[in-house]
T-cell receptor, first 112, second 114 residues
Framework: EAQVTQNPRYLITVTGKKLTVTCSQN?????MSWYRQDPGLGLRQIYY???????DKGDVPEGYKVSRKEKRNFPLILESPSPNQTSLYFC???????????FGPGTRLTVT | DAKTTQPPSMDCAEGRAANLPCNHS???????VYWYRQIHSQGPQYIIH???NNETNEMASLIITEDRKSSTLILPHATLRDTAVYYC???????????????FGKGTHLIIQP
């Protein structure tokens, strides 16, 4: 089954404790990206990657890092999480020149 | 990107056609209309997209007015599982790469009534 998977699905952590949210897709998509969703603000893009070893900032990259060492994986790294990063996070992928984005199930992160 | 306007909520009876409107009066010639939906905090799901012509797939139909300033998403036989927030998004064509952060506004909360 074609899908985007994220882990963990739920995470509660404390300020400053480094964490990684994994994202993996099995569709051989070139393009992957991370979004966060907050009430009243909609979805906002954090980072995106056009292919292996190619990443760039989206609209709200501060406080986040990403890497793309393999085509299928695009982890989101929070080196020093803060409470304002409490949010619902989605990973998405698509073929380079296509319109349909596939979203993962989401990761609900709480930073206390 | 052109902005879109959608009603905040709509009701539809199960089994009937759900017609969701979207205004995008500032759309430019090379911008597409996309529709996604999000079922209660799940990942958004692509439904359909179009440029000028009406489009149909297994999920829905998209009707775009001749002046392209508005469109309607049609779910022909709504079921309870179609209850979701529906987002109308206007965006330029993909150039093959680059940021394509889709701007999801508030959307329309469609509630299918049994």
């Amino acid at each position: 089954e074609a899908q985007v998977t994220q882990n963990p699905r739920y995470l509660i952590t404390v300020t400053g404790k480094k964490l990684t949210v994994t994202c993996s897709q099995n569709m051989n998509h070139e393009y992957m990206s991370w979004y966060r969703q907050d009430p009243g603000l909609g979805l906002r893009q954090i980072y995106y990657s056009m292919n292996v070893e190619v990443t760039d900032k989206g609209d709200v990259p501060e406080g986040y890092k990403v890497s793309r060492k393999e085509k299928r994986n695009f982890p989101l790294i929070l080196e020093s999480p803060s409470p304002n990063q409490t949010s619902l996070y989605f990973c998405a992928s698509r073929r380079q020149a296509e319109y349909e984005q596939y979203f993962g199930p989401g990761t609900r992160l709480t930073v206390t | 990107d052109a902005k879109t306007t959608q009603p905040p909520s709509m009701d539809c009876a199960e089994g009937r056609a759900a017609n969701l409107p979207c205004n995008h009066s500032t759309i430019s010639g090379n911008e597409y209309v996309y529709w996604y939906r999000q079922i209660h905090s799940q990942g958004p799901q692509y439904i359909i997209h179009g440029l000028k012509n009406n489009e149909t797939n297994e999920m829905a139909s998209l009707i775009i007015t001749e002046d392209r300033k508005s469109s309607t998403l049609i779910l022909p036989h709504a079921t309870l599982r179609d209850t979701a927030v529906y987002y109308c998004i206007v965006r330029g064509a993909h150039s093959g790469g680059g940021a394509d952060g889709l701007t999801f506004g508030k959307g329309t909360h469609l509630i299918i009534q049994p």
